[in-house]
């Protein structure tokens, strides 16, 4: 592992500030050799309107969403970007201010009404943002920007032209889904998100959206609720931004970061308030493991897997072994929540007053988690995790229940191994070996990791004053070796000619392979997917 990077120069300011988009594609200058089967786009996705009307965004998730694709033909490569012309983002720019109220940002009131006026238009209730700022996914033959509320906005992958918005509320029983669905091989996609249970209790429900349909109709309008899981508080949903799916199992981590809805409706209709503070921590319960079957669609209310508190956002990857589920996943120690520590302000300050806020911040780890699945056979106060290659344990306490301690597979001070990416088409719901990711050093993204699950091996992509995003894993044709591709990761690199590239690693040694730089700064991504 290479020693720790300093930033006193806080380039990284950059990342965070307002871009135009493009009138058309520009062209790339191409160092290094492009491998001759690499054909196809790198489509992603992030704010690219930090302010409007002279008032900044506040969170990191606030901005407006921007698409940014990398094209790459014949051994050519371009950069093109488009603003998604959501609800959010049209009326922000036509009104000159924020309209719709964001993450961290409440809607800035219209100084054309009267504070009567005001008031009522809060408390007609709340208008829920359209921002897809957070990853871009497909449904059958069409491409949709997500966030993680109900709306989903389809786009087009090659001209970047926004299409059409989409209330998933019309088709599904959810209040929203998260931006990390999950996709079976024929094209089916799982997700999950908060619902109305029984009795006004809130609970979450597993989503199922066919494959693309012969007769041409739209999948959405053949979308069900494939299973329902409990919350453990009948009016505070655990927040949601990922979950596991093994070959038979869908396995949900109820984290004690909480969102409290009566807070949710009461602020702000009256008041107005934003996402952030509705958000609390439950400081008692620890995380729980829920898993249902995937095929009967049922839930085993009968595992009862618990654990110390933990933030979740990304699974690695979730795989079942002679009657165990490995759940490897990035956690962050506590019930703290962390995006609050995602504040622009925050992540704009200069370097040292960022390391001083990150020190208050959870403790970022990737762990692993052994469930199993036959919880009768052994005693109580007994390991029941018997797979050789791991020290994660079970054991079954009196009341039932079955606490989970992890192994740690990557660890270091104030170094989280975040926006995780395995070679997915490969081994998704199977037992693997490498894990890829963003190194965020005190929050700020400034190195590529490889991570060897099994031996804890390491390798490292770092360059001086170079921010990369999250590495996205594409196999060469006809490879035999898990970690035989490339990565692709859009980097920055203020004050450079030319400040943003599209880095390309080879996934086995994490060296070089090329890069494609452009003439333009780009602001932070989050998350994206390789369209071939």
């Known amino acids: ?140 033959e069409d491409f949709y920007a997500v966030t993680e509320t109900n709306y989903i906005t389809k786009v087009d992958p090659d001209s970047l032209e926004t299409l059409k918005k989409v209330d998933l509320c019309k088709y599904l029983s959810v209040n929203g889904v998260t931006a990390h669905p999950h996709t079976d091989t024929d094209g089916t996609v799982y997700n999950i998100g908060n619902c109305f249970g029984k009795n006004m209790s809130l609970a979450y429900n597993i989503i199922k959206i066919p494959p693309a349909q012969a007769d041409e109709s739209d999948p959405l309008e053949k979308s069900q609720v494939v299973v329902q899981l409990p919350s453990s508080e009948r009016l505070k949903p655990s927040y949601i931004h990922s979950f596991g799916l093994t070959e038979n199992y869908f396995v949900f981590v109820e984290q004690p970061v909480k ?29 729980w493991f829920h898993l249902a079957t995937k095929e009967s669609a049922s839930y085993l209310s009968s595992h009862k897997f618990r654990t110390s508190a933990f933030n979740l956002f990304h699974h690695i990857n979730t795989y079942e072994d002679q009657g165990f589920i490995v ?19 925050n992540l704009k300050k200069e370097w040292e007053e960022v390391k001083k806020a990150a020190m208050r911040a959870p403790q970022p780890e990737v762990r692993r988690y052994v469930l199993p699945l036959d919880i009768h056979r052994e005693e109580q106060g007994k390991n029941l995790v018997s ?32 926006f995780p990416q395995i070679n997915y088409s490969r081994c998704r719901g199977k037992s693997y070996s490498f894990v890829y990711g963003l190194g965020l050093n005190h929050f700020i993204p400034d190195r590529i990791i490889k991570l060897n699950v099994q031996t804890k091996e390491t390798w490292v992509w770092q360059e001086e004053e170079c921010y990369p995003s999250e590495p996205l894993f594409v196999p060469t044709p006809g490879a035999t070796e898990e970690d035989d591709g490339v990565l692709l990761s859009v980097v920055v690199k203020p004050g450079a000619e030319k400040p943003g590239f599209l880095l390309v690693l080879d996934a086995m040694k994490l060296t070089e392979v090329a890069r494609a730089e452009v003439n333009t700064l780009i602001p932070v991504t989050l998350h994206g997917m390789y369209k071939p």
Request: proline content about 6%; glycine content about 8%.
């Open 387 to 418: 797979l050789p290659y791991t020290t994660a344990t079970a054991v079954l306490h009196s009341n039932g229940t079955i606490w989970v301690e992890p192994e740690v597979l990557f660890s270091r001070p104030r170094e989280a191994f975040e």
């Open 327 to 345: 759940v490897d996943l990035c956690a962050w120690k506590g019930h703290d929540f962390v995006y609050n520590y995602l504040y622009l302000a």
């Open 259 to 287: 969102i409290n809805l009566l807070k949710f409706l009461s602020a702000w209709s009256i008041r107005g308030a934003t996402y952030m503070d509705c958000f609390e921590p439950n400081e008692s319960m620890g995380s």
């Open 1 to 140: 592992m290479v020693s720790r990077v300093e930033h006193p120069a806080a380039g990284y300011r950059k990342i965070f500030e307002t871009v135009e988009e493009l009138n058309e594609p520009i062209p790339a200058q191409i160092t290094g050799d492009l491998p001759s089967w690499l054909g196809g786009s790198l489509l992603r996705m992030g704010p690219g309107l930090f302010e409007v009307g002279g008032e900044p965004f506040n969170h990191l998730f606030d901005g407006q969403a921007l698409i940014h694709k990398f094209d790459l033909r014949n051994g050519q490569v371009t950069y093109y970007r488009k603003f998604i012309k959501t609800d959010a983002y049209v009326r922000a720019m036509t009104e000159n201010r924020v309209v719709i109220t964001e993450f961290g940002t409440a809607a800035y009131p219209d100084p054309c009404k009267n504070i009567f006026s005001r008031f009522f238009t809060y408390f007609r209730g709340i208008e829920v943002t359209d921002n897809c700022i957070v990853n871009v996914y497909p449904i059958g």
